[in-house]
């Protein structure tokens, strides 16, 4: 019974390994589609706020959150 119930946490504890890794997977892969698509955005956003205050720099935040 003790050797089943350690062959059973084992086995789930390798699922939970690997649900694990393929959530940090997606979230990786969605944080790279949405840089993709945010990056044309990021630049006209800094080059306004450039003009309207020199101190933002939006892609230095950006870069330092990741």
Request: hydrophobic share 50%; no cysteine.
């Amino acid at each position: 019974m003790v050797a089943e119930f350690i062959e059973f946490s084992s086995v789930f504890e390798e699922k939970r390994i690997a649900i694990k890794k393929r959530i940090n997977l997606i979230i990786q892969e969605a944080f790279k589609f949405w840089a993709k698509k945010l990056v044309p955005l990021i630049h006209i956003l800094d080059y306004e706020s450039s003009l309207k205050a020199p101190s933002i720099n939006i892609k230095k935040f950006l870069y330092q959150a990741r």
